[in-house]
């Protein structure tokens, strides 16, 4: 597989260049003077795992963080809504 290869003033002048490689998740060789300066890679996206919790769970932990009665209201008319 070639590398890609960016020059310093591709990167000044030409930003989105490197910003889709980054999003396409290729790696680049930067050039100064036509000599590799740096490696640049994109970084990996961890994936966060959804963590399940019961409504009474949730409940208590609203409850423990001490709302003031307007923000209590205000979460439980959000968390009536939900299916």
Same mark, same amino acid.
């Given at each position: 597989?070639k590398?890609?290869?960016?020059?310093?003033?591709?990167?000044?002048?030409?930003?989105?260049?490197?910003?889709?490689?980054?999003?396409?998740?290729?790696?680049?060789?930067?050039?100064?003077?036509?000599?590799?300066?740096?490696?640049?890679?994109?970084?990996?996206?961890?994936? &966060?795992?959804?963590?399940?919790?019961?409504?009474?769970?949730?409940? &208590?932990?609203?409850?423990?963080?001490?709302?003031?009665?307007?923000?209590?209201?205000?979460?439980e008319?959000?968390?009536?809504?939900?299916?």
């Open positions: 597989m590398v890609q290869t960016i020059s310093t003033k591709e990167l000044r002048e030409d930003f989105s260049k490197l910003k889709s490689a980054m999003e396409e998740g290729k790696s680049l060789l930067l050039l100064y003077r036509s000599r590799p300066l740096a490696e640049i890679k994109p970084v990996k996206q961890q994936t &966060q795992k959804l963590r399940s919790f019961s409504l009474r769970e949730m409940k &208590q932990w609203i409850a423990d963080d001490q709302l003031t009665e307007k923000q209590q209201r205000r979460i008319a959000i968390i009536n809504r939900l299916p």
